[in-house]
T-cell receptor, first 116, second 111 residues
């Protein structure tokens, strides 16, 4: 199947700093990528839909100024957690569907963010 | 948006028995229903999926059924094995759109 690569897999940062997470589709073009957040033993909560060349669409309750999403190309979307706080510590995971609207979604490996 | 509910949240079965996980969805426009298996700290892996024009699909020990009228779908795992232990998520999606996930079921298969 198609491959989605997410980087970094783990990151520890200090409170108040920003962290950027990259999500790349390696062998297909993804006009749309999705960002999820997962707390321990909980489900994947959709944060936002990232559209290539346009603004992201955020789910209700997700702060767009806190979680900046950029989808500059058909193979790369980035999520930047700005001014991170300990409550932002979580597992962040991206997924993508290919340009031709394949039904299956492919997931990145996830990023474990710890804010200290 | 879509609302996906999943039951049960935890499920323990003896090795060799069957496991059934059920999900309901709210958006009648959803037409794609995948099931994912997630092991701790790893990405979800697609195990089986079904489209709205199909009522049942089977792949070896795994099967999924869909009732569009009632807006519910189920995952059936037969002859369970210890390696089936994981968290399972159902999801629902409109064509080309984001997936909305159920709350997850932690399955434990007891040897």
């Amino acid at each position: 199947g198609a491959v989605v690569s997410q980087h970094p897999s783990r990151v520890i940062c200090k409170s108040g700093t920003s962290v950027k997470i990259e999500c790349r589709s390696l062998d297909f073009q993804a006009t749309t990528m999705f960002w999820y957040r997962q707390f321990p033993k909980q489900s994947l909560m959709l944060m936002a839909t990232s559209n290539e060349g346009s603004k992201a669409t955020y789910e209700q309750g997700v702060e767009k100024d806190k979680f900046l999403i950029n989808h500059a190309s058909l193979t790369l979307s980035t999520l930047t957690v700005t001014s991170a706080h300990p409550e932002d510590s979580s597992f962040y995971i991206c997924s993508a569907r290919d340009f031709w609207g394949s039904t299956e979604a492919f997931f990145g490996q996830g990023t474990r963010l710890t804010v200290v | 948006g879509e609302n996906v509910e999943q039951h049960p949240s935890t499920l323990s079965v003896q090795e060799g028995d069957s496991a059934v996980i059920k999900c309901t969805y709210s958006d009648s426009a959803s037409n794609y229903f995948p099931w994912y298996k997630q092991e701790l700290g790893k990405r979800p892996q697609l195990i089986i999926d079904i489209r709205s024009n199909v009522g049942e699909k089977k792949d070896q020990r795994i099967a999924v059924t869909l009732n569009k009228t009632a807006k519910h779908f189920s995952l059936h795992i037969t002859e369970t094995q210890p390696e089936d232990s994981a968290v399972y998520f159902c999801a629902a999606s409109r064509p080309g759109n984001q997936f909305y996930f159920g709350t997850g079921t932690s399955l434990t298969v007891i040897p």
